[in-house]
């Protein structure tokens, strides 16, 4: 996708192929044109990581549901206590529902803000890869029904990463999770393997990728990663993905030996921009998205 640049006020925009290429920004200032998201990085001394924000992720919004849940059920009760103070008899009743809506609320949010505040921790984490990696946050391929917390691209390959805040020793044998707090006689594993959604993701994302780009070369492999916030599992035995703490993935990223092709790279930018709710790059200038 073409986008047309402000050397002004530095604003980004995406234009169809098809578009009318306007000469002038908004505010006054000159606009110049740019073929893709990689061109304009490369534009330019000195460049800043910068973020797009595109529109809030489905965690952020899983959480905020929740959020407000539990802001209408303390609203309720503090509603109720001031009725049953005034001598009414329903307020028992609305003290009830209050406290029962927002018990749900904080049992039901909990997992969607623990899972917020891990990507939180990720996204900071990415944001110090070198000046050739792009980051894209909350994929969502056509047709998927989850999503990909995080995908990067580089000159060295693509990377899915699914983030997990789990609490607790974990150990870890092939797709299965068996957190320790069980005894060996009755041993559980995580009803939804982290590991299998991560391969998941890459497959998904790489079919995507190898349908939408025309190439006659070896199509790239996509790495899946799982970050795991918390103690590091005791044990760990994997095939096809790697779990990872927090502080380990930048070196794990920049060591992995690949290669990718500057037209399968910057096809690939294009594409996962249009499905991610952020894009974060190395920009010349001050970035505001419209």
Known sequence: MPYQVCDSCDIIYPISEDEEVFEFCRCGGNLKYYRSLLEYSEDGSEPVRKVIRL??????????????????????????????MSGFLLAVLSVFAGIMILLYGMKEGYSWKRGLKGEKVVNRVLERLPQDYFVFYDVKLPGSKGNIDHVVI????????????????????ADDWYPRRYSTSRRKKLPKSPGKQAKFNAISLRNFLTKNINT???????????VLIGQKPLKIITKYYTV????????????KKGKLTRSF??????????????????????????
């Open 244 to 255: 990872l703490q927090p502080h380990e993935v930048i070196d794990f990223i920049i060591k």
């Open 216 to 226: 006659n070369k070896l199509k790239p492999w996509v790495h899946a990663i799982v």
């Open 265 to 290: 790279k910057e096809e690939s930018i294009e594409l996962v921009a249009h499905y991610s709710t952020e894009v974060s790059f190395y920009a010349p200038q001050k970035l505001s998205p419209v």
């Open 55 to 84: 529109q809030r992720t489905y965690t952020e919004n899983k959480a905020y549901d929740y959020r407000l849940i539990e802001i209408i059920g303390a609203f309720m009760s503090i509603i109720g206590f001031i009725w049953l």
């Open 154 to 173: 580089g000159p060295n390959g693509i990377f899915v990463i699914e983030t997990k805040n789990y609490s607790g020793k974990y150990a870890i044998i």
